[in-house]
């Protein structure tokens, strides 16, 4: 199992190109014998080719301003706007190409990669451009060149989804650290009756096959394919100023899952995109790299080599994690997120750690109202002035309008 990741003279040519990195900074894959987790798949070798197709999106600049007059890039403050892009790019490229799709340097694009980069492109008009998350933010309360906690991120993403009609994806952020399926359901499934109709008991209560919502009504085949591809993404507090060790298996866990989009934190105000992990360490994407910005040839074909990552994956001791994170997870099908809540339920019986968030039939009672309406979720990626969290008219506490 050694030897997993080498360098090349591309490569090391590749590094030298980024002006905000240093040669040298790159460490190689360690040989190891422990298990390496990427997004879902358990890999002994080929890891270099596999994070290297993961979409890569960086700081850029000379893009044209944000609204007209506002920044030209995204230096210095866009670190977790790019962390968003790249969990959300994960989540088009398993709806669109398949988790198994592979990138390769100059070989011909396919039509849904070409529009799936074109969805990121550093312009107005890309659905999930850094200009559209930035003017989105406003209304999150966030001004253009703040900086973005991971709950504001998923939030912005959730709106900007719906406009997405190619993709057709159905984005739920999980408030309170609670999953309810039933909610989820009905998202993915707007055209079945909850209230009264195809699964709906005599009484206009939801009927529970096998004895719990996960498992689905007898669908024809046809009726199946109505399920919206479902981007799940669950913003957590995993400790204070340091991240509690019982969720630390627990964290890792979740990297093995199938349904695995990853993981975007970081460290206070630095954010990163982590893809798995090896042994203690954690294995990231990070955004820190300046690069000019890209614009279509006129075949319509994107220049993609800087979209992808063509050095050593980066990688950071598990303990050096911010608690505050937002965990993502991606289901084509209905099957897939059944699957998915019969492994977390499985993981929560397990005496591996401790569990990060619940998982739950039906609203809880406890929830004063419904969690689309009123999201009282902070971003406290500010993990060394935490007191602040208590101050109402502290910024990062947030009422999200939806």
């Not at 057709?168 to 999953?179: I, K």
């Amino acid at each position: 199992k050694g030897g997993l990741i080498a360098s090349s003279p591309n490569i090391l040519q590749s590094t030298l190109t980024y002006d905000t990195l240093r040669f040298g900074e790159f460490e190689d894959f360690p040989e190891t014998s422990d298990p390496v987790w990427i997004l879902g798949k358990e890999f002994n070798e080929d890891i270099f080719s596999d994070v290297t197709s993961r979409l890569w999106l960086t700081y850029r600049k000379n893009f044209p301003p944000i609204g007209g007059t506002g920044p030209t890039s995204d230096t210095g403050w866009g670190c977790m706007l790019r962390c968003g892009q790249m969990i959300l790019g994960e989540a088009l490229i398993c709806r669109h190409l398949g988790r198994d799709w592979r990138w390769v340097r100059g070989q011909p694009q396919k039509e849904e990669y070409i529009s799936i980069l074109n969805a990121f492109l550093d312009k107005k008009d890309s659905y999930y451009s850094l200009h559209q998350i930035a003017q989105m933010g406003v209304g999150e309360g966030k001004s253009i060149g703040q900086w973005y906690g991971p709950n504001t991120v998923a939030q912005v993403l959730k709106k900007l989804a719906v406009f997405d009609s190619w993709s057709r994806l159905a984005v739920h952020v999980a408030m309170d650290n609670t999953v309810v399926i039933e909610e989820i359901k009905r998202l993915c499934m707007p055209w079945l009756d909850y209230g009264g109709g195809a699964c709906a008991d005599p009484q206009g209560g939801m009927s529970e096959p096998n004895g719990c919502l996960e498992g689905a009504c007898a669908l024809a085949e046809e009726e199946t394919a109505l399920w919206k591809p479902l981007v799940l993404l669950i913003p957590l507090r995993l400790g204070l100023s340091d991240i509690n060790e019982a969720y630390i298996e627990t964290l890792k866990q979740c990297f093995q899952l199938p349904q695995s989009l990853g993981v975007i934190g970081g460290k206070p105000n630095s954010a990163h995109y982590f893809i798995g992990y090896v042994g203690e360490e954690l294995i990231y994407l990070d955004p820190h790299t300046t690069q000019p910005a890209v614009e279509p040839g006129e075949d319509g074909q994107v220049p993609d080599d800087t979209y992808h990552c063509q050095h050593p994956p980066c990688r950071m001791h598990i303990c050096q994690i911010d608690p505050s994170i937002a965990v993502g997870f991606f289901c084509r099908t209905e099957d897939d997120f059944d699957d998915w809540c019969a492994r977390v339920r499985k993981l929560s019986h397990s005496r591996g750690g401790l569990p990060m968030f619940e998982l739950a039939d039906r609203q809880p009672s406890h929830f004063s109202c419904s969690v689309d309406v009123l999201n009282l979720a902070p971003d406290f990626f500010d993990s060394d002035r935490l007191e602040r969290f208590f101050d109402s008219e502290d910024e990062e506490f947030e009422i999200l309008s939806l």
